[in-house]
């Protein structure tokens, strides 16, 4: 791999396993330097007793990956879900490295039920996790990165975030996930536009690959094949994630690109459709056919998943 991340400090949340796992492997063989943060949950979220990584964790066995391969890398094993640890992470970068460059906002979980099912617990859970998990440490690093700015040493700073299919389109069964999957698109928006004044680019990614959340909730699609090539495998999603760490990617911001397999795909996001302005106030009667009229002349919504 072209070493285009050289002398660059990358930090990459959720990286212990999966997605976040092969970034990282991704960042250190293009010549960065990685803070690998990983909470060492299950898949829904929960962990073990005791709340300390222990050194077998697997942000521990990434770092050790990455050593071993010749590269450079630290773990962190702070929830980025609250702002303590959020905090912590970027102060741990800054100390250990004296520097930040990317930030790779990847965590999560799954507590999959259909919306009838699904408890306020299990609601609030994910969406901390996956909405809060990206706010936080984003904050963090952009006050730092401002704080550059002011002080004259303006950074080429970068931001991936991690969206979903399921949070572009809906996912049955998944309507916490969904949830806050698109609100990390309007963040990155946000941040985007309110960032970069300060050199700070923010993009965000929607990834199709084999994890631990996905393998169990589409089994047969994301199976590895016998042989050729597996387009399911989450390395294939980490040279979109590095480029848009990297400096190569300069004047692109605010963009979400759909990844998987060997596709790359940009998405284009809620633009105006038809419209009919009356010029005064409808009646509902007006409003409903003129809302059929113009729904007839409408592009069909792409189908939720699992419907």
Known sequence: MNRMCEGRVVVVTGAGRGLGRAHALAYAAAGAKVVVNDLDVGLDGTRGAGGRAPADSPARQVVAEIRAAGGEAVAHGGDIATGAGAASLVAATLETYGRLDTLVNNAGFLRD??????????????????????????????AHWRAEAKAGRTPVARIVNTSSGAGLLGSLGQSGYSAAKAGIIGLTLVAAAELARY???????????????????????????????????????????????????????????????????VMEGWRAGPTADKGARWTPEEAGETALKLLGEAEVPGAVYGT
């Open 113 to 142: 039920r259909m919306l009838v099912n699904l408890d306020e617990d299990d609601w609030d859970a994910v969406v901390r996790v996956h909405l809060k998990g990206h706010f936080l440490p984003l904050k963090h690093a952009a």
């Open 199 to 265: 050199g700070v680019q923010v993009n965000a990614i929607a990834p199709a690959a084999r994890t631990r959340m996905t393998e169990r909730t589409f089994a047969e699609s994301m199976a590895a094949p016998d042989a050729g090539f597996d387009a399911m495998a989450p390395e294939n999603v980490s040279p979109l994630v590095v480029w848009l760490g990297s400096a190569a990617s300069e004047g692109v911001t605010g963009r979400v690109f759909e990844a998987e397999g060997g596709r790359i795909t």
